[in-house]
Structures are given as C-alpha cells and as structure tokens.
C-alpha cells in the first residue's frame, strides 16, 4: 500500500496556535488535488444495548461513574444539536468474536463471557467499533464516531473489570485494521487516565505508534514518559505526563511538539482516537482544565493527519468522561468536528 506524507515543516503554527487545519486554506488536505473525491461524511456507531451494562459497585459498595447516563446525554446533545441527524448510522461487525479471540487469552475471554449481561455487551462495544472500521474502509463514511461501553483501553488479561473496561476495543481494533490489509496504524489516546492496555498491547511493535496524554499519577499509575517501547518498537511509544490542573496549552503544546514529529515520520495507514473526555474540566475522576475548544482542535489535528497519510480514514472510540453534561459537551464538540470533512 501506497500512502502519501506531504506535511508542511516549518510554516505550521501548530495545533496550539492557529491549528495545523488553519496552516492552509481548506487544511492539509487542501495539499492533495484528490481530496473532494474521497469518502465524505461521518458515521456512528450506538446500539441502547449498552445502557443494559452496569459496572458493580466499588469495594466499599459505593456506586462508580461509568453510568448509562453518560452514553444517554450524549446522544440527547448529538440529536438537540442536529448533529445526530448529519451523521450515517453505521451496523457492527456481525462477529467480533475472533478479533477479540486473537487479542486476549482463552482464559480472559471465557472469564469475561461468564458475565451476566455485560460480557455480550462487552462484545457488542467491540463489534461496533469493527463495524465503524468496515465502513470506513469501505469508504462509506470518511470517518466515524463509535458511543460505546464499556470503555477498554484498561483492558488486560485478568480475567476481570479493570478500570470499567472488560475488552481492549483499540488494540482489538488496531489489529483488525492491519488484518484488512492496512500496515501502520496510529492510536491517539487523549483520556485523562493512561491507556495500559492499548501500551501493552504494542510495546515492541513498530507498526503501532501510541500517543497518550494522562496524569501518570492518578490510576492506573502507568505512563512513565520515559517508556518509550522495547527492541523495534522504541519509539513507537509516546507517554506524556500533564500535571494535575493543566490547560489547554499545555495539553495542545504536547501534540505540536511530541506527537506532530511522530505521525510525520510514521506517516499512518489508519487513525484511531481513544476519545476519554474525563480529560475535560470538572470531571470526576480527573483534575485537567483542558476546555471543549481543546477537544476540537485536537480533533481538527487528528482529521489533518489522517487526510495527509491515509485518505482521511479515522474511527473514534468512546473511552471515558464522567461529569455526564460535561462528556456530551466534549463529545458534541468532537463530533462536529469530525462533520466538518
């Protein structure tokens, strides 16, 4: 497979000052004379399934924020807003099961499966993010929003919930784009907590570039910067550390001076974004002060390298957000973005 790597260097004011979209009329992909005759429009993926998952209480027996409630709100702002409506309905992949198979082991599988209610349901998050897959590379949609739960970039092989996950749906999803004939693969993931799995999943695997903003601090206490992937990977692996209280400069400066650099030498065949938004302002279980204006030039800038590298191809993944009105603001900012082509 051919892909095409025209960034522009030294001109660019990056995502933290105007965005990269706004470093050329029309954006980077103003740079590709073929842009209008690609895929167009943005699909979602939602199935009210989801809402019938319940996360068990903590230890102590009090209720955890990873609520049906969250993927509710977002889908009443997408619809008051009018962008449900502009967005293509997309189907899940019929049988996600050997995807999920191929990642995780027999014995995590078999365990989660056990679950009442939530391991199909776990499947069904799984199946839709496949779906969205299929449908981009298809070039039904030119990208896609997936509103699933439960979340998975915590994901292991325990056999267990960890941290509100059950499958590791972007690594799940990664290896299936490769599986579809796509060699590199990038994964944003911009949740206020480190996406273990997803880092696990790849550590030495050069054909996967991980960026991760977090605060390496608060659970699951991984996401030291300084591991940056082992043997052919090294390099692969982006950890970035943002201090508790950070703003949107310091989360936006990172992508121009880590992340930029990284997608121009990978050049990527596929994005994907583990899309947490307890990253934004007043969340419960995070601490940022990252704004949804953030979330949109991220977003802005995740569109610019899919359309330089890859014909535009992105799927986005719903990971966490737990002030259930400031997740669907985040989400809706995100979204709209994404509709913008």
């Excluded at 209610?117 to 499947?123: K, S």
């Excluded at 570039?209 to 090294?234: A, I, K, Q, R, V």
């Excluded at 992105?314 to 973005?337: I, M, P, W």
């Amino acid at each position: 497979m051919t892909t095409r790597r025209e960034f522009i260097t030294g001109t660019s004011l990056g995502v933290a000052g105007l965005g990269l979209a706004a470093a050329l009329p029309g954006g980077l992909a103003a740079l590709h004379p073929d842009a209008r005759r690609r895929a167009e429009g943005t699909g979602l993926i939602y199935d009210p399934r989801c809402l019938e998952h319940v996360v068990p209480p903590s230890s102590s027996g009090a209720p955890r924020p990873e609520i049906a409630e969250r993927v509710v709100r977002i889908m009443e702002v997408l619809g008051e807003r009018g962008i449900r409506a502009d967005m293509t309905p997309l189907a899940a992949n019929a049988d996600p099961m050997p995807s999920i198979a191929a990642h995780h082991t027999p014995e995590h599988v078999a365990s989660i499966r056990r679950i009442p209610v939530t391991g199909p349901l776990a499947e069904l998050a799984v199946a839709g993010a496949l779906g969205a897959v299929d449908a981009v590379s298809r070039g039904e949609v030119r990208n896609a929003f997936c509103a699933v739960r439960p979340p998975g970039h915590h994901a292991n092989n325990t056999g267990a919930e960890e941290g509100f996950c059950y499958y590791s749906n972007a690594a799940i999803t990664a290896r299936y784009i490769q599986s579809l004939g796509y060699e590199k693969v990038l994964i944003i993931d911009w949740d206020y907590h480190h996406g273990n799995a997803t880092q696990n999943a790849f550590y030495d695997d050069p054909s996967v570039l991980f960026y991760s903003t977090h605060n390496w601090m608060d659970y699951p206490e991984t996401g030291d910067p300084g591991l940056m992937g082992e043997g052919d990977g090294h390099g692969a692996n982006i950890n970035v550390h943002l201090e508790c209280g950070s703003p949107d400069a310091a989360m936006l400066s990172a992508w121009d001076e880590k992340l930029e650099p990284a997608v121009v030498d990978f050049d990527p065949d596929f994005v994907i974004v583990s899309a947490g938004f307890d990253s934004r302002r007043d969340d419960l279980l995070g601490c940022f002060d990252v704004t949804d204006d953030a979330f949109r030039r991220m977003t802005r800038s995740a569109m610019d390298f899919a359309d330089s590298c890859c014909d535009g191809r992105l799927v986005s993944l719903l990971e966490g957000g737990y002030n259930v009105e400031g997740l669907a603001l985040a989400t809706a900012a995100h979204v709209e973005t994404l509709l913008e082509g």
